[in-house]
């Protein structure tokens, strides 16, 4: 690292040698959040919140273009509600915070703070469902949860967090199997897409689905030091909730049943996610898509005659097509802007000076490779489209390049603790459906089940750890 980058990084951890006081120096210089007096919780900053606020865009329009309605249901749950669902409550009762008192007196009965909602929920639904005819009920909130985690990390862990829970129930099994999948390939097309992050999808195994859940689907992602991050989840319920809570009907023959159920989330863990995907020793580095500010303009020499009229005149035009920031701040110097910029991450930079105006021209910087681009000023609109869908794609590769050269193969666990010990990321590795096995891996090596991928590989044909016959190829990792 040059003298320069020395001088930059001074005030952060290099990501090499500390990746999670890294992470939280990012999180806190680049204010995207910071910590509050409510242990656990964190504030999210206006430059935090905008970036949820373009995934939460884009998501609800992916939503509504499927035929997703949001609506919105109490933040308190009565114990009894609870309850209902046996295997639900004991998955989240550690997690689970009580009120117990209000207005100076004891509750008759104990309220808890949603740690997520399909008990409320289908609660309305048994209230709202009478006929066939009223299917399906496809139905989202965006909301906050709490959960009482004992380690939290802002964004990726906190107590309090905002997400999206989606709760659809169906008059046939092959309907909620299918709407299942379609928000899946939804989230998959979000951290793609949107987050410039490639993804895994795969069925979660048995011990790691979702409380109450059939069947649990997951897109997996790999951060910059090879752990993994869930990044979304998609479950099929079947009848587990609808028929304890007395979701009933009248079907098409005129008799009592009880309809098909699906579960689906995304949350602000996702920008965890962009920050250990794409940041570096810079500091925050953003996929154009999603960065609130896609280009900075910066003057230089401000004080000579013309320069700061032009960049103005250059902001304007831009932004009526992009999501512009001009730093216009005379108590900066221009070195000290650019570090400002880089370090929250903005795609794009806009040089311009004397010297530039002169040859009808601007500079252009790219965040994600610090190329300079000399730009003539009439041209600048369409360029900069151009460099924004480069710098999109190149940060989805980079991304896409680190998952290939961090996936390994093992067929014993001595292979398998060396591939992590030499080059943490995913595992390949047969699986022969026993919990014990799955248990006593994560127990060996810090590495849990990821998921069982759609694209299976036959790799062998005994289990990792056991040696038994095994026809599941399982992803393994380690975990945020």
């Known amino acids: 690292m040059s003298g320069k980058e020395n001088n930059f990084v001074k005030d952060i951890t290099n ?30 900053k206006p430059y935090g919140y905008a970036i949820w606020e373009n995934i939460q865009n884009y998501t609800d329009k992916k939503f509504k273009e499927v035929g997703v309605k949001n609506a919105y249901f109490p933040v308190l749950i009565p114990e009894s509600l609870l309850e209902k669902e046996k295997e639900h409550v004991e998955g989240f009762a550690p997690e689970v915070a009580w009120v117990t008192e209000a207005g100076g007196q004891k509750l008759e009965e104990k309220l808890c703070i949603r740690p997520t909602s399909e008990t ?156 250990m995907a794409h940041g570096d020793n810079r500091g925050l580095k953003l996929p154009p898509k999603v960065a609130p500010i896609q280009t900075v303009i910066i003057p230089i020499a401000m004080h000579k005659e013309g320069v700061k009229e032009k960049a103005l005149e250059i902001f304007n035009i831009l932004n009526k097509k992009y999501r512009m920031e001009i730093d216009l701040r005379e108590q900066y110097s221009p070195g000290y802007k650019f570090n400002d910029w880089e370090m929250r991450g903005v795609p794009v930079r806009i040089e311009i000076g004397p010297k530039d105006i002169e040859q009808g ?26 460099v924004l869908d480069k710098i999109q794609e190149n940060m989805y590769n980079i991304c896409k390049e680190r998952m290939i050269q961090k996936t390994t193969i093992a067929h014993n666990m001595q292979e398998f603790e060396e591939n992590l010990k030499e080059n943490q990321g995913f595992i390949k590795a047969m699986w022969c459906g026993s919990e014990k096995c799955e248990e006593k891996i994560h127990e060996k090596t810090g590495a849990k089940s990821r998921c069982i991928p759609f694209k299976e590989e036959n790799i062998d044909n005994k289990c990792v750890f056991c040696g038994k016959y095994a026809d599941k190829m399982v992803i393994w990792g380690r975990q945020y």
């Open 15 to 44: 990501i090499d040698e500390d990746f999670a006081k890294w992470y939280t120096d990012i999180v806190i210089k680049a204010e995207l959040a910071d910590y509050t007096d409510t242990k656990g919780c964190i504030a999210i």
């Open 120 to 275: 409320i929920i289908c609660t309305m639904y048994s209230k709202w469902l009478n006929s066939w005819r009223d299917l399906p009920f496809v139905y989202n909130q965006w909301c906050n949860v709490l959960r009482w985690e004992k380690e939290t990390r802002p964004f990726l862990r906190s107590r309090e967090f905002l997400w999206q829970e989606g709760h659809t129930i169906h008059e046939t099994e092959e309907e909620a199997k299918r709407r299942t999948m379609q928000m899946l390939d939804i989230y998959a097309d979000v951290i793609e897409n949107l987050l410039a992050i490639p993804v895994i999808k795969g069925l979660k195994t048995e011990s790691e689905k979702f409380a109450g859940a059939e069947e649990t689907y997951t897109v997996e992602t790999m951060m910059h030091d090879g752990r993994a991050l869930q990044a979304g989840t998609s479950h099929y319920f079947a009848q587990n909730f609808t028929i304890p809570f007395e979701i009933k009907y009248q079907n098409r023959e005129g008799k009592e049943d009880y309809p098909y159920q699906t579960s689906w989330g995304i949350s602000t863990r996702l920008i965890g996610g962009i920050i």
């Open 361 to 386: 021209k601007i500079v252009l910087v790219r965040r994600d490779t610090s190329e300079k681009i000399d730009v003539k000023i009439e041209e600048i609109e369409e360029k900069l489209h151009s």
